[in-house]
């Protein structure tokens, strides 16, 4: 099994910034591929940004050159950075990791853009 721990959420003006992290008890870069995901209220959970095992990335289309995903392999942990934030991106985020075929999920951690 892998267990994911959400944190770096809170309450950012529009066009802040904040980090996200994800501590995952695998070595990541044994798992297969691992993202971020967010929901907001009314609405479905939608891909954020993604990252394989060997470092390819992707994003949803809306948020390139906003959001950043990367990874630190000696802490096992992955990263959400994102940049000039907008009231439309208030959601819970959550971790997922992709390992030996499950899908595991983190807690999620909130995430305000409100002044």
């Known amino acids: 099994q892998v267990q994911l721990v959400e944190s770096g959420g809170g309450l950012v003006q529009p066009g802040g910034s904040l980090r996200l992290s994800c501590a995952a008890s695998?070595?990541?870069?044994?798992?297969?591929?691992m993202g971020w995901y967010r929901q907001a209220p009314g609405k479905q959970r939608e891909l954020v940004a993604t990252m394989t095992s060997g470092g390819n990335r992707g994003y949803a289309d809306s948020l390139k050159g906003r959001f950043t995903i990367s990874r630190d392999n000696a802490k096992n942990t992955v990263y959400l950075q994102m940049n000039s934030v907008k009231p439309e991106d208030t959601a819970v985020y959550f971790c997922?990791?992709?390992?030996?075929?499950?899908?595991?999920w983190g807690q999620g951690t909130q995430v305000t853009v409100s002044s």
């Open positions: 695998k070595t990541i870069f044994t798992i297969n591929l």
């Open positions: 997922n990791a992709i390992w030996v075929g499950r899908s595991y």
